[in-house]
């Protein structure tokens, strides 16, 4: 209740909702619950998301193919050729589908050589595997940034000296299209001959790299790459004949020859160097960038060298070369916290590694180190307490966790909900907001969160992010007296985290400016107004559905649609999930490793089996946005 006791409401994100469109008290107005074709759209991608989660389900790795688990008798024949046909259906459906094969797991994709019995499964696989070549070769024009495949770090237009590198994603995927025969290498050789597009050709010289280190470019392949008229092809092919004839270089460690303890103490001591050339780097970029930029570039750095010496701890593990009681012994000394968190991620990593070599092992290491964990679950620092939970999480996963350890888990929830004391916070700040006359002058009692804190990928400390609506009519020069007013009854609510401010004009729709700063809203992040959750008076977010969102589903603004979907894409599949949840809560499963596969950024979660299994529900359930 409000002030005034008037019921307040939680409301689920608008496109779950559009989904779901018969739910009870849904704000959604009428012509959007009864528009027939809406409703047909909600229903198929209803039917395929629930048919993709029970065959996922019913596999026991992610990376298991479907003819894997046809042959264990997993799951049944025609439920599989009823996927096939809904798939098909669904990327010859709106044209913005076709993205979900960016997402699409590996292991659904038909191999040339698969064979069945059943005829309606044959048709449809070769219904799908005609769609997917068509769909693919559309994708081949699209460009993305490409840091939004990699780890999400955009440079500040300030900061720029030059455009984002961009990449053509799909070009990315031709090493497994080679494999499963349903392209050749000639075809992507030819592709690149006729091409005039210079981020497409970059790109399909990436995958040509995979492709060589798998051994699928033959001599005579090379030999014709050598001979092509194209300048282009013959200097990939002396890059890539110059790279099978080179050695693997492998980093060089002044730790390869010690043993146990004096391994550990010679790989603290490398780790030290390693951190101060961090900071070193970082004084230096103090002076060229603003500190939150230079901030989040030196943890970037930090996780990176945590991440790199973490995996020496887990091969000394594995080998044998660091014992359990020396690695013990080192996590109970007092230290460096840093290198505390090498040791936490080191011991995870070799868990992990033996879950799949010798499942005993890693049990016998989980209950040699789970003493240490529970104390270290209580730990006064936030990040140690966050690496010991990523530990658990992962673990768990792979089924590793004894009742002790399980009671310490905080399960992820991908549910988009707001828990009860957060819901009272939220509360407490629409009763303030409609305490201050003078705010709820300016405001509409009604606010929308959004981000990690509501999609369960966020830690524990995760801020909100929220946003507000200025009523129309509102001088705009009243802003900053508006946000500092906001900042405070935030503190008084016991939130932290920050706010965008919409401004609503005449008619309900959103106001653009001219130069925005980071808290100003406008329709370039509409996109949150359909994942977020709403929460406040009911009448008004009834108004906000009927008369703003309902105005971006009836939009012939084709562009702005699109850009819309690429944003819902960007921030759920992407952002929030590839960049800040997944790897968070769950172990590696699939993905490519190669020599060269840093060329596709293959050592990030988008080539995970487990990754793309639930981007794909995703994409299905959430990059929605039908005509109304």
Same mark, same amino acid.
């Given at each position: 209740?409000?002030?005034?006791?008037?019921?307040?409401?939680?409301?689920?994100?608008?496109?779950?909702?559009?989904?779901?469109?018969?739910?009870?008290?849904?704000?959604?107005?009428?012509?959007?619950?009864?528009?027939?074709?809406?409703?047909?759209?909600?229903?198929?991608?209803?039917?395929?998301?629930?048919?993709?989660?029970?065959?996922?389900?019913?596999?026991?790795?992610?990376?298991?193919?479907?003819?894997?688990?046809?042959?264990?008798?997993?799951?049944?024949?025609?439920?599989?050729?009823?996927?096939?046909?809904?798939?098909?259906?669904?990327?010859?459906?709106?044209?913005?589908?076709?993205?979900?094969?960016?997402?699409?797991?590996?292991?659904?994709?038909?191999?040339?050589?698969?064979?069945?019995?059943?005829?309606?499964?044959?048709?449809?696989?070769?219904?799908?595997?005609?769609?997917?070549?068509?769909?693919?070769?559309?994708?081949?024009?699209?460009?993305?940034?490409?840091?939004?495949?990699? &780890?999400? &770090?955009?440079?500040?237009?300030?900061?720029?000296?030059?455009?984002?590198?961009?990449?053509?994603?799909?070009?990315?995927?031709?090493?497994?299209?080679?494999?499963?025969?349903?392209?050749?290498?000639?075809?992507?050789?030819?592709?690149?001959?006729?091409?005039?597009?210079?981020?497409?050709?970059?790109?399909?010289?990436?995958?040509?790299?995979?492709?060589?280190?798998?051994?699928?470019?033959?001599?005579?392949?090379?030999?014709?790459?050598?001979?092509?008229?194209?300048?282009?092809?013959?200097?990939?092919?002396?890059?890539?004949?110059?790279?099978?004839?080179?050695?693997?270089?492998?980093?060089?460690?002044?730790?390869?020859?010690?043993?146990?303890?004096?391994?550990?103490?010679?790989?603290?001591?490398?780790?030290?160097?390693?951190?101060?050339?961090?900071?070193?780097?970082?004084?230096?970029?103090?002076?060229?960038?603003?500190?939150?930029? !230079?901030?989040?570039?030196?943890?970037?750095?930090?996780?990176?060298?945590?991440?790199?010496?973490?995996?020496?701890?887990?091969?000394?593990?594995?080998? !044998?070369?660091?014992?359990?009681? &020396?690695?013990?012994?080192?996590?109970?000394?007092?230290?460096?916290?840093?290198?505390?968190?090498?040791?936490?991620?080191?011991?995870?990593?070799?868990?992990?590694?033996?879950?799949?070599?010798?499942?005993?092992?890693?049990?016998?290491?989980?209950?040699?180190?789970?003493?240490? /964990?529970?104390?270290?679950?209580?730990?006064?620092?936030?990040?140690?307490?966050?690496?010991?939970?990523?530990?658990?999480?992962?673990?768990?996963?792979?089924?590793? /966790?004894?009742?002790?350890?399980?009671?310490?888990?905080?399960?992820?929830?991908?549910?988009?909900?707001?828990?009860?004391?957060?819901?009272?916070?939220?509360?407490?700040?629409?009763?303030?907001?409609?305490?201050?006359?003078?705010?709820?002058?300016?405001?509409?009692?009604?606010?929308?969160?959004?981000?990690?804190?509501?999609?369960?990928?966020?830690?524990?400390?995760?801020?909100?992010?929220?946003?507000?609506?200025?009523?129309?009519?509102?001088?705009?020069?009243?802003?900053?007296?508006?946000?500092?007013? /906001?900042?405070?009854?935030?503190?008084?609510?016991?939130?932290?985290?920050?706010?965008?401010?919409?401004?609503?004009?005449?008619?309900?729709?959103?106001?653009?400016?001219?130069?925005?700063?980071?808290?100003?809203?406008?329709?370039?992040?509409?996109?949150?107004?359909?994942?977020?959750?709403?929460?406040?008076?009911?009448?008004?977010?009834?108004?906000?559905?009927?008369?703003?969102?309902?105005?971006?589903?009836?939009?012939?603004?084709?562009?702005?649609?699109?850009? /819309?979907?690429?944003?819902?894409?960007?921030?759920?599949?992407?952002?929030?999930?590839?960049?800040?949840?997944?790897?968070?809560?769950?172990?590696?499963?699939?993905?490519?490793?190669?020599?060269?596969?840093?060329?596709?950024?293959?050592?990030?979660?988008?080539?995970?089996?487990?990754?793309?299994?639930?981007?794909?529900?995703?994409?299905?359930?959430?990059?929605?946005?039908?005509?109304?």
């Amino acid at each position: 209740m409000d002030k005034n006791g008037l019921k307040t409401v939680l409301i689920p994100p608008a496109v779950e909702l559009l989904l779901n469109i018969n739910q009870i008290n849904s704000p959604w107005p009428d012509q959007i619950k009864t528009n027939s074709q809406l409703r047909l759209q909600a229903k198929a991608r209803c039917d395929l998301a629930e048919q993709l989660d029970d065959l996922f389900s019913a596999l026991p790795r992610a990376d298991m193919d479907v003819l894997e688990a046809i042959n264990h008798q997993l799951i049944n024949v025609n439920d599989v050729a009823k996927m096939y046909e809904r798939l098909s259906y669904f990327l010859e459906g709106e044209i913005s589908n076709n993205r979900l094969l960016l997402y699409l797991p590996f292991e659904l994709i038909p191999d040339n050589a698969w064979s069945f019995e059943s005829e309606e499964l044959v048709q449809a696989l070769k219904r799908f595997s005609r769609v997917y070549l068509g769909k693919w070769q559309e994708l081949l024009a699209h460009h993305d940034i490409r840091a939004n495949f990699v &780890d999400g &770090d955009i440079l500040e237009a300030e900061l720029r000296v030059g455009p984002l590198e961009e990449v053509c994603k799909a070009a990315h995927l031709a090493p497994i299209l080679v494999g499963k025969k349903l392209i050749d290498q000639l075809d992507i050789l030819s592709m690149i001959e006729k091409s005039t597009d210079k981020i497409l050709r970059n790109s399909l010289a990436d995958a040509m790299m995979i492709l060589a280190d798998k051994g699928l470019l033959s001599v005579v392949d090379l030999d014709y790459m050598s001979k092509s008229s194209d300048a282009f092809l013959r200097n990939l092919a002396i890059i890539i004949k110059d790279d099978q004839t080179t050695p693997t270089q492998l980093i060089p460690s002044s730790v390869k020859s010690l043993h146990n303890r004096y391994w550990l103490f010679a790989l603290w001591l490398e780790f030290i160097v390693a951190s101060n050339v961090i900071n070193r780097v970082y004084s230096k970029r103090l002076k060229e960038a603003p500190k939150p930029r !230079a901030d989040w570039e030196k943890q970037r750095d930090v996780d990176k060298l945590i991440k790199q010496y973490a995996k020496q701890i887990a091969s000394g593990i594995i080998t !044998a070369t660091l014992t359990k009681k &020396d690695l013990s012994e080192f996590i109970n000394s007092p230290g460096n916290q840093e290198m505390l968190l090498v040791a936490i991620n080191g011991l995870r990593l070799a868990g992990e590694g033996l879950a799949i070599t010798d499942f005993n092992l890693a049990k016998s290491l989980v209950r040699y180190f789970t003493s240490q /964990l529970i104390t270290l679950r209580q730990s006064k620092s936030s990040e140690i307490r966050d690496a010991v939970q990523i530990l658990l999480s992962r673990w768990s996963h792979l089924k590793l /966790l004894p009742s002790s350890l399980k009671t310490l888990l905080d399960s992820p929830s991908l549910s988009k909900r707001v828990n009860e004391d957060e819901q009272r916070k939220l509360s407490a700040l629409i009763v303030a907001i409609e305490s201050d006359c003078q705010l709820l002058e300016y405001l509409h009692p009604v606010v929308l969160v959004y981000g990690s804190k509501i999609k369960g990928y966020g830690q524990a400390n995760s801020d909100f992010d929220l946003a507000v609506f200025v009523r129309s009519g509102v001088d705009f020069a009243v802003r900053q007296q508006l946000r500092q007013s /906001l900042l405070k009854i935030f503190h008084l609510a016991n939130l932290d985290g920050s706010v965008v401010d919409f401004w609503l004009q005449d008619n309900w729709q959103i106001q653009d400016f001219s130069d925005p700063d980071a808290y100003l809203g406008d329709n370039s992040v509409a996109s949150i107004l359909f994942t977020g959750v709403w929460y406040g008076q009911p009448q008004t977010i009834k108004e906000l559905f009927s008369r703003l969102l309902v105005s971006y589903l009836q939009t012939k603004d084709l562009p702005m649609r699109q850009f /819309l979907l690429s944003e819902i894409e960007r921030h759920t599949l992407l952002y929030r999930l590839l960049h800040k949840g997944y790897a968070r809560f769950f172990p590696e499963q699939g993905g490519i490793r190669t020599r060269n596969s840093s060329y596709i950024d293959a050592d990030c979660s988008f080539w995970d089996s487990g990754y793309r299994q639930l981007a794909t529900k995703l994409f299905i359930t959430t990059v929605f946005l039908p005509e109304g």
